[in-house]
């Protein structure tokens, strides 16, 4: 049986920026402080957090949205969640909104908790520094 996360955030800053937080190698390795392979082209391979999590890229609609196929490196082979950002905003403020489908049960709270703290959190002290 598979679960799903939903979360929202919301942050002080364009969503052109935000979108490029995430979507961006350089920026998000700045923000999560470990490497990122982020290509724009659907179909290719990601990489974040070092090597981490990897995937591959399914959508990219600039500061709209972005789709993944998703998975810790140490999932077995072949065993892909879905993760869609939603971007909404104008120039001053944004909301993204994360779900992420296709999550074992036993392993939910745990990537729920590491969005917070490895995503959310970083990314509003990475925003906070200018």
């Excluded at 364009?14 to 979108?19: E, F």
């Excluded at 392979?37 to 391979?45: C, R």
């Excluded at 959508?59 to 993760?83: C, F, H, K, L």
């Excluded at 993204?96 to 990537?111: K, Q, R, S, V, W």
Aim: proline residues 5%; glycine residues 10%.
């Amino acid at each position: 049986m598979s679960t799903a996360i939903s979360q929202t955030v919301n942050f002080d800053v364009s969503v052109d920026r935000a979108y490029r937080a995430i979507a961006d190698s350089e920026e998000h390795s700045a923000f999560t402080g470990a490497p990122a392979v982020i290509p724009a082209e659907p179909g290719a391979a990601f990489s974040t957090h070092g090597g981490a999590i990897e995937g591959l890229m399914l959508e990219m609609t600039a500061n709209q949205r972005i789709v993944q196929a998703w998975r810790p490196a140490d999932w077995p082979e072949g065993d892909y969640s879905v993760v869609r950002y939603d971007f909404e905003g104008d120039d001053a403020a944004v909301q993204i909104t994360l779900t992420h489908t296709g999550l074992p049960e036993e392993g939910t709270a745990h990537i729920a908790e590491g969005w917070e703290q490895m995503y959310w959190n970083p990314l509003g002290e990475y925003f906070a520094k200018g």
